[in-house]
């Protein structure tokens, strides 16, 4: 089945707000049963959710339409279909018969994907009376075995694992989908990369200039304090590259109790207290959330709303909030750069006031509309390599990497991990961990502190093996060299 998706806007009643949802476009029309799944979820999923719920029935589609002849039964096709999410599409000599060339895909995305379509399905057959495509079944021996383990770990783990109710538990680990999924590898931690420390300042004062305006004596003029305050609320306040975006001019104020320190306060796009500058018909603040504040007095959404094509996106994670009125605190360390932050701030502001701003965003283009993250991301990409560096996340010179260097800054100062927590609005401890686990370097100078260890008598030296007669081993004499140890006597 030919078809196409598309970015809707969907009147659902009388009034004045449209609900934006991508849907697929056939020969036949729009989906239906999709787009009335979408907008029944559309108030509690986000966009980047429906968007791959919207992959998924595309690939589902493609794939029924290139083998609409292979399967008279639903459920073996969708199993099918799994493998071949899995395998991709090609053959060994290179061929397709069916045109799809589907690469395979991580186990990750494979689970995700079906089970959003099982989820689906299991709607449809609720509300149209169709035939589920992938049904519960009853899991085998080994299937209840490890879903019994993977409850009793999680539930260990869980703060309020004692509130869990096991008999409902037990009712549902005896069920299982009847595609079955690869398991997915079990991956240790890896160390993170993160931006280095020693270079910061550099990256601020040599890497953010303003093209053609190096020697200016005004700093506001031979700096970009825009991208420069956006640094550094990742590197010194923690924050993911994403959420200096949701920024408004009213989140930042001298700290009350350190005033020469900036209080940075990022409230949650929506669900945050508004401003108070929006007046009603008696001149009072409407007392109101930041979704209505922006869609009332600017005729906007909150940035996570937006496709993640459009240059207003800018996603939002599930944080640990610090207050009702829905924001957390950014805590600076080390704490002197709240006060290089709140300076900068303060001249930042100043070039914003001058600029035609219909909105309440913090961080504007040159014509005053709200910033976007993608020229950020090549903003920062160019004042890296003008100081000498390659951008690239697998070394820490990436914006991800400044996050990762704030997380290790406060485990490499042996800050609690209750409290790195909190710094780091994670919700659960063991988020910590990616900052406890050695990388490659780290590991590599342990071991070489063991190896001197080793040779300074602490533990068993290295077997000579020349001295039991195996001169075949060594027939360089590689191992006779540097280390008088390995010598023959």
Known sequence: ??????????????????????????????????????????????????????????LLLDYMAANHDCFDDPKELFQTFVQRLYSGTVGEDGSDPSGLYWQGMSQTLVRQLAYQLSEFSDWMAEKHGTKPINPWRESTGFEEMLNWA????????????????????SHAIKRARNA???????????????????????????????PGKQKSPRIEERLNLRD????????????????????????????????????????????????????????????????????????????????????????????ALDSKAHFMDVHWFPQWSGELFLKLWTLHMLQRAIKPCDHPFAFVTEKGKPYAIDSFMRAHKRAIERIGLTPAKSLGTSPHGHRHAYGQRLTDAKVDAIFRKKALHHKSLESQVVYTEP???????????????????????????????????????????????????
């Open 439 to 489: 990388d490659r370097a780290r590991l590599t100078q342990a071991l070489d502190a063991a190896t001197k260890r080793l040779e300074q008598g602490q533990s068993l030296p290295p077997p000579d093996f020349l001295h039991y007669g195996f001169e075949d081993v060594d027939p360089l004499g590689l191992l006779s060299g540097p280390n008088p140890k390995l010598k023959r006597n």
């Open 228 to 319: 420069i305050l956006i640094t550094m609320l990742m590197h010194y306040g923690g924050v993911r590259m994403s959420e200096p975006f949701h920024l408004y001019v009213h989140d930042v104020l001298p700290d009350p109790f350190h005033p020469e320190r900036a209080h940075v306060r990022i409230f949650h796009p929506s669900e945050g207290n508004a401003p108070p500058d929006w007046l009603d018909a008696r001149g009072k603040p409407t007392r109101c959330n930041r979704e209505a504040y922006l869609r009332g007095k600017y005729g906007l959404r909150p940035r996570d709303q937006y496709f993640s094509t459009d240059q207003m996106h800018a996603g939002w994670k599930g944080n």
């Open 150 to 169: 993977a409850w009793h770990q999680k539930h260990h783990r869980a703060f309020l694992g004692h509130t869990w109710d096991r008999e409902g538990a």
């Open 1 to 58: 089945m030919e078809h196409t998706t598309v970015r809707a806007k969907i009147h659902r009643d009388m009034t004045g707000v449209l609900t934006e949802i991508p849907v697929i476009i056939t020969e036949h029309g729009p989906l239906q049963p999709l787009v009335d799944y979408l907008l029944e979820r559309s108030h509690s999923r986000s966009f980047s959710w429906m968007q791959k719920m919207t992959q998924a029935v595309g």
């Open 180 to 210: 079955l999924l690869k398991r997915t590898p079990v991956v240790d931690h890896e160390g993170v990369k993160h931006f280095p420390d020693e270079r910061m300042m550099d990256l601020l004062f040599k890497g953010f200039i303003v």
